[in-house]
């Protein structure tokens, strides 16, 4: 496997808060680092004035993980479902790539989530003619909450690694 991203070093990939307060909603929300090493993703999940989403994303160089089959997260959460969500390229809005993956309360769960499962949205929707995900193209990649329950979030994330049996077994 190999580690495409944790929480050891200290900006060593800089984090942006982006919630529905772009649309006019009024969830908060913050990353931060803690003494274990892990990233601290939590805030509140409001559903006023048509919102419903809080998220945290890191932009990188481009990333070729065609070599792989998918992704492992590595989290600790509150028992609610959030995505992890893949973007091929830089631009701040358009089509992501997601996939869901569930949470226990207070209890460490590692989600296999393989690069197929990985579905395009773009506001909400499946937009008409976008393709799979193609993980050799890899530009941005982010956590994101928008189960439609309003309230306080949690989820505690200690890496985010890459997996394929070619790859691991070598």
């Known amino acids: 496997m190999t580690v495409i991203v944790d929480f050891t070093e200290a ?19 913050d990353l931060e680092l803690t003494e274990e090493g892990t990233g601290l993703f939590t805030g509140f999940l409001s559903l006023e004035n048509n919102g419903g989403f809080a998220s945290t994303r890191a932009a990188f160089d481009s990333m070729d993980l ?13 028992g609610r479902t959030y995505q992890l969500r893949f973007r091929t390229d830089g631009s701040f809005d358009g089509v992501a790539y997601r996939a869901e993956f569930e949470t226990e309360p207070d209890s460490w769960v590692e989600a296999r989530l393989p690069f197929e499962s990985f579905r395009p949205s773009f506001r909400g929707w499946a937009p008409p003619g976008a393709g799979p995900l193609d993980p050799a193209r890899i530009r941005q990649m982010g956590f994101l909450l928008g189960d439609k329950k309003e309230g306080p979030f949690r989820l505690e994330i200690a890496w985010v690694k890459a997996y394929g049996s070619d790859v691991d077994a070598g």
């Open 66 to 78: 065609s070599p792989y089959e998918g992704v492992i997260v590595r989290a600790r959460g509150d």
């Open 11 to 29: 900006d060593a990939v800089p984090w942006v808060i982006v919630n529905d307060g772009v649309m006019g909603g009024r969830s908060t929300s």
